[in-house]
């Protein structure tokens, strides 16, 4: 970032310089510092890109006979990440409603629903994934479980959005005709919510199949126990097969997602 | 026949938005509440289908009390009120003929209403009264696709395929630009005409007030000030209206023969009546 | 109302189906139908059996009674901030040493910059690292340089591009021209041009997006330690492996308060820089 005081010189005095500079080189203390804490050892620096190439040259070729064998494991990956979605948004629709503003019953659950959704958010899925293997076993039923209350933040928050932009007007309409509380829901909530609701559902899911290929190292099903297991094997090009594999289904899967929300705007 | 007889309504916040309306639509009448913004117009009509409850007073509708109606019955004598607004309030991400057939909500099984299974008879009326306000051919459009002009249009199909005893309109036109406006109350009121049914419609321009209603009331700080035709509509009558209450003493004796021109004003040419749909 | 008058109803049809975006009605209802079978079916294979979800609820009320009250015994305070050193160190660095490296993928990934085969490198290097999750990343280098830090440095680095790389370069494109051909008319070279006629004008949003990249860096470097790659990770992986569930929920808080801290300072910075 040499350029930094080349073109600063013109839009600011020398005290607002003085202050940049100052900014800069504490923060180059600062990293400093981070380095040291790390106790990192240089040899091991100097080796690093040269180990990662050894490994790259390891596991080249990667082996193609295993691709079709790690196909059940992909799909699974997949299907943890749908379900785990669709349990999220159902345990969201409740939290959503008591975190949005125009239908919080009162202060109390509209705290209770803010609380959930950060408290959510903040644990990783991994760390959850650890939990429900204590309690459920390992496997995909508690890669689920870590997906969807991993999930419950994101999409409670984006669907209490969705409901606190309603416009009251239509409801009204279905009122001042006659419909009863469901058609208002049908007519006056539904298509109101629905971009929404599909944005957040699609959306979520692309970012949980990205995070349905990690759970599986601490067994919570999915792609990543394969990957673990290839590693511990030292089946390298396995591990490539698998990586380029996981490469492949995330990449899919946010086209996917960006395709479906495109139709239902 | 609509009969108010000394509604008033106690906003929460202590707003007094009515203080003791008396007045009744009749026949076929078209009868237009003018009044500054704040007067109480909106609240008026929301009271009647009870969208928003009054605090106390009288509403008859063909000599049903509405104010007393449990929240089933009031539900089924929604159904007799068509209701058109000011923001049109369609359902934007729907189709225009669902919401033309939204109309028929009242009638309807949750579960056909779920699955848009509509009636034949409904649907057929519904290409028709699309056809006569004028945007047929646009039954699949998204009404998110359609012009200001357009919106009321469908809002208006949507009241009419009700088939109310009563319209109730709020401010119908004041989205829409000056031109579509008059198009838009031109085409209402006949319509209106034509399906017999008497219309109670707040109105913002008082132009639109003289050409196309029977009678008009006067609306100042949730009081009448004024109830009589269009003709009888002197600068006197409008600045008692306009500037907000101020020698309300002397224009309130004009208020006083409510019903007396209403005969005068509903004699609607017979023969559109036949032209039902 | 008379559709009982022929002459005018007539004309008009008695049915109406809404369009849909499949081509029809019953191809619409064959697809809804193909999702809730295959919904039902990977339910069906999570095999949650009526005895798994009993002997579950077993073992979440034991795993709650052993976890409250939290551990924060001094001994297990000190052991909590000797990782959480490390992981915000390694958040730092990696930070640091990220952000150099994606520089210039983003120059390469901004389609008004270069060539378009080097476009198409750049844009391939962001997928790449977008799409591999750190936990991904930080098995693959604990393989290629060990257990510890180094391992997680270098996961929070190859995964930086992913998020920094690209949103910068989307910055670039978006940049005024005129400023860049202006050096290009005086001759400069197109380091010359990048250098002044184009970093100036997007290094106010790039000092944004350090801070919140270190954010996100926060966020991972709390977790990589799972595989390894070093920071609170690996302790807290560690308490569980020896049930020490009231450890472990100490160290989850202690990440809550870390990476909420974080999230404030970053919004924060970014507010005054912006
Ligand atoms: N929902 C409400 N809550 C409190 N006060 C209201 C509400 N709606 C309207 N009011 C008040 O009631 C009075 C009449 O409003 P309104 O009926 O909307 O008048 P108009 O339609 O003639 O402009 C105004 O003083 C307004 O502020
Ligand atoms: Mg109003």
Redesign the interface.
């Known amino acids: 970032m040499s350029y930094e005081g080349s073109t600063t010189w013109r839009k600011h005095d020398g005290r607002a310089r003085a202050l940049r500079y100052l900014a800069i080189v504490v923060a180059i203390a600062i990293t400093a510092l981070s380095w040291r804490a790390l106790d990192i050892q240089y040899t091991f620096v100097v080796d690093a890109p040269r180990n990662l190439g050894d490994l790259l040259l390891r596991m080249y070729p990667p082996n193609l006979a295993y691709g079709a064998e790690i196909l059940p494991p992909l799909v699974e990956t997949i299907n943890i990440a749908i379900l785990g979605t669709g349990l999220a948004i159902l345990i969201s629709l409740p939290i959503a409603y008591i975190g949005a503003e125009n239908t919080t019953p009162n202060a109390v659950t509209y705290a209770l629903g803010k609380f959930l959704i950060v408290g959510t958010r903040s644990v990783n899925v991994i760390i959850w994934a650890l939990f429900f293997v204590v309690i459920f076993g390992t496997g995909a039923l508690s890669g689920v479980l870590a997906v969807a209350f991993r999930s419950i933040g994101f999409v409670s928050k984006l669907i209490a959005e969705g409901i606190e932009e309603i416009?009251a007007?239509?409801v009204?309409?279905?009122?001042?005709?006659?419909?009863?509380p469901?058609?208002v829901v049908?007519?006056?909530i539904v298509?109101?919510i629905?971009?929404a609701f599909v944005g957040v559902a699609t959306y979520r899911w692309d970012i949980n199949v990205r995070e349905a290929t990690v759970i599986g190292f601490v067994g919570a099903g999915g792609i990543g126990v394969y990957l673990d297991t290839a590693i511990n094997f030292f089946q390298w090009s396995n591990v490539l097969t698998i990586l380029i594999a996981i490469l492949g289904i995330v990449i899919v899967s946010e086209v996917v997602s960006a395709y479906l929300r495109k139709k239902v705007s | 026949m609509l009969t108010i007889t000394d509604l008033e309504k106690v906003y929460p916040t202590g707003d007094k938005a009515l203080q003791g309306v008396s007045m009744e639509v009749d026949g076929n009448e078209v009868v237009s509440i003018i009044g500054p913004s704040g007067a109480g117009k909106s609240t008026l009509i929301k009271c009647v289908?009870r969208?928003t409850e009054p605090t106390s007073g009288s509403i008859v509708l063909d000599g049903e009390e509405l104010t007393t109606l449990s929240k089933k019955e009031l539900?089924?004598?929604?159904?007799d009120?068509?209701?058109i607004?000011q923001?049109?309030?369609?359902?934007?991400?729907?189709?225009v003929?669902?919401n033309v057939?939204?109309?028929r909500?009242?009638y309807?099984g949750?579960w056909d209403?779920?699955r848009?299974n509509?009636d034949?008879?409904d649907?057929?009326?519904?290409?028709?009264i699309l056809?006569r306000v004028g945007v047929g051919g646009m039954?699949?459009k998204r009404v998110d696709e359609l012009s200001g002009g357009q919106r009321q249009r469908v809002g208006i199909a949507?009241?009419i395929l009700?088939?109310p005893k009563i319209l109730l309109v709020d401010e119908p036109t004041s989205a829409l630009d000056p031109e579509t406006s008059f198009e838009v109350m031109e085409m209402l009121t006949e319509i209106a005409r034509e399906?017999d049914i008497p219309v109670l419609i707040n109105i913002h321009e008082v132009e639109l007030a003289l050409d196309y209603t029977d009678r008009i009331v006067g609306l100042t700080d949730g009081e009448v000030v004024f109830n009589g035709t269009p003709a009888e509509l002197d600068e006197n009558a409008r600045d008692t209206i306009y500037r907000s209450g101020k020698s309300r003493e002397e224009t309130g004796t004009e208020s006083q023969p409510q019903s007396q021109n209403e005969s005068a004003s509903s004699g609607i040419s017979d023969a559109s009546k036949e032209k039902?749909? | 109302?008379?559709?009982a008058?022929p002459e005018?109803?007539g004309g008009?049809?008695?049915?109406?189906e809404?369009?849909t975006v499949f081509y029809s009605k019953n191809i619409k209802y064959l697809v809804y139908g193909a999702i809730g079978l295959f919904v039902l079916w990977s339910a069906w294979e999570l095999r949650p059996s009526p005895a798994r979800l009993i002997g579950g609820a077993d073992a979440a009320t034991s795993l709650l009674a052993t976890m409250f009250p939290p551990d924060f015994t001094p001994e297990a305070r000190g052991r909590i901030w000797t990782g959480m050193v490390e992981s915000i160190a390694m958040s730092i660095v990696a930070t640091a040493i990220g952000v150099v490296i994606s520089i210039p993928i983003a120059v390469m990934a901004a389609e008004n910059l270069v060539p378009r085969p080097v476009y198409y490198v750049g844009r391939a290097l962001v997928s790449i690292s977008r799409s591999l999750h750190e936990l991904v990343l930080a098995i693959v280098a604990v393989v290629a340089v060990g257990l510890g830090p180094l391992a997680g440095v270098i996961a929070l680095v190859i995964a930086t591009p992913g998020f920094f790389a690209k949103l910068l370069a989307e910055e670039l494109e978006d940049i005024d021209e005129g400023q860049a051909d202006a050096i290009r008319a005086l001759g400069g070279s197109p380091v010359q041009v990048l250098l002044y006629g184009v970093a100036p004008q997007v290094i106010p949003r790039m000092i944004g997006l350090i801070i919140y990249r270190w954010d996100i860096n926060i966020r991972a470097s709390t977790i990589v330690g799972i595989v390894g790659a070093g920071g609170i990770g690996v302790t807290l992986l560690n308490s569980f492996d020896r049930y020490e569930y009231d450890f472990s929920l100490a160290i989850i808080l202690a990440i809550i308060a870390v990476v909420m801290f974080g999230e404030i300072l970053s919004a924060v910075a970014r507010r005054r820089v912006q």
């Open positions: 416009d007007g239509q009204e309409a279905i009122r001042a005709m006659g419909g009863s469901l058609d049908v007519y006056g298509p109101q629905k971009p | 289908n969208l539900r089924k004598t929604r159904r009120m068509g209701m607004f923001e049109f309030n369609l359902i934007e991400r729907l189709t003929m669902e057939l939204s109309g909500l009242g309807m949750s209403a779920f848009r509509f034949d008879e649907v057929q009326n519904a290409y028709e056809d039954e699949n949507r009241a009700q088939r399906e039902s749909f | 109302m008379g559709s008058d005018r109803s008009y049809p008695s049915s109406w809404r369009p």
